[in-house]
């Protein structure tokens, strides 16, 4: 599928003078895949993470914070998942590593100031660790 998708992808641009886009659910071999079709291709294209999956870690993360019920849990899907939709603003000014390590480590500051026990905010460090780890994902 990878490769067809690339297949079009050349069909449309056969003189690579535009920029090609990735966007994938973040999946690591998802992203190998990628990588190694554009490798084999000679091809450079920018990889997106889709943010409606980062989104979901967000959300799993706020309910090791907040119950269900409790309104503060949107408010602080909100608040964070905002801060990933700023992640494109800030690339321009070549911070988006740095941007995505604050909103990390304010998840796991949360989750350590909140007295959680290791099994209570596993979602969080989940949430932390993907934030990280899909940083260069985030152009």
Do not use: S
């Amino acid at each position: 599928m990878i490769a067809a998708a690339f297949d079009a992808a050349e069909h449309r641009d056969p003189g690579h003078l535009r920029t090609w886009v990735a966007l994938v659910d973040g999946a690591k071999h998802q992203i190998d895949v990628v990588n190694a079709e554009a490798r084999r291709r000679n091809i450079a294209p920018t990889i997106a993470v889709d943010r409606i999956h980062v989104v979901e870690y967000i959300w799993a993360a706020a309910h090791c914070f907040f119950p269900e019920t409790d309104p503060a849990i949107e408010a602080f899907v909100a608040e964070k998942a905002l801060a990933v939709l700023e992640f494109k603003a800030t690339i321009l000014a070549g911070a988006i590593r740095r941007k995505a390590t604050i909103l990390a480590g304010a998840i796991r500051r949360k989750a350590t100031m909140c007295h959680l026990k290791p099994k209570e905010h596993e979602r969080a460090n989940e949430c932390a660790r993907y934030l990280k780890n899909k940083e260069p994902c985030f152009d």
